[in-house]
């Protein structure tokens, strides 16, 4: 199955397959970086949002959010869970909005599914445009150097009378500017299994080219991927949280 038809199949349950991450403490450490490095405004625009669950934690900081995403069924649960919101179908390497605003974020490593160097370059650029200044790019990334492919997430959670188990990896050949998640799915209803398999094309780029990239429009802290404490990045580490001041 292709990554767009498995998305839009499973766009109702993609809650699901995130059930175990912390949203609120991810938005409120963004918060929390955007009152440190930022201009402190209130305009907030979330860039790969899926069904929104982070902009429902910025709208309750008192944001004015917006949100784009390459899925449409992914925004109509978004604008549900999020009315107050206003969602766009965009692609993040080449979107616009009417108006800058003064936190852009990014999370979940979706800055990665630009896919290749220059559709992120085109990104980087995009948002750049879309910052008032002293605006904050905040996002997530991994460091190709640093992946290990053995190493994988995985957890169960239930709905409907169904058990969901979920799995996922990044892989790195070693090579080039391209990695790839790897996601397994598998749905048990009763005695009936259905297993999805995919395997994602992600842009693959070490944090001295990422940073590289970013300095022409940024002033740039690299943090270790820590949504409790904010730590600057070990020298080891490949998993890594950008806060990104428009210069």
Same mark, same amino acid.
């Given at each position: ?42 305009? @907030?625009? #979330?860039?790969? *949002? ?11 900081? %008192?944001? +004015? ?92 959670? @239930?709905? #409907?009378?169904? *058990? ?11 090579? %080039?500017? +391209? ?69």
């Amino acid at each position: 199955m292709s990554e767009t038809v498995l998305y839009t199949d499973l766009s109702a349950y993609y809650d699901l397959m995130c059930a175990d991450i912390n949203y609120q403490a991810q938005s409120d450490c963004v918060h929390r970086l955007h009152q440190i490095f930022g201009n402190k405004g209130v305009s @907030h625009l #979330d860039i790969g *949002c899926g069904t929104g669950p982070h902009i429902r934690h910025f709208l309750d900081h %008192g944001y +004015q959010c917006q949100g784009l995403d390459l899925n449409q069924p992914m925004l109509d649960q978004a604008q549900i869970r999020c009315p107050e919101a206003a969602f766009t179908l965009q692609n993040m390497c080449e979107f616009r909005i009417d108006q800058p605003v003064d936190l852009i974020t990014c999370f979940l490593y979706s800055i990665h599914y630009t896919g290749e160097l220059q559709p992120l370059q085109h990104c980087i650029g995009a948002v750049a445009k879309a910052l008032n200044a002293g605006g904050v790019f905040c996002f997530n990334a991994v460091d190709k150097d640093h992946i290990d492919n053995q190493s994988s997430v995985a957890h169960s959670t @239930h709905q #409907d009378n169904s *058990c969901f188990d979920f799995r996922s990896g990044w892989y790195y050949e070693g090579q %080039g500017d +391209q990695q790839k998640l790897r996601l397994s799915i598998r749905k048990t209803t009763n005695e009936h299994v259905e297993c999805w398999q995919d395997s994602h094309p992600m842009v693959a780029i070490d944090f001295a080219q990422l940073t590289k990239m970013l300095d022409p429009y940024f002033e740039v802290t690299v943090l270790e991927h820590n949504y409790d404490t904010l730590q600057p990045l070990e020298v080891n580490s490949g998993n890594a949280l950008f806060v990104c001041v428009k210069r």
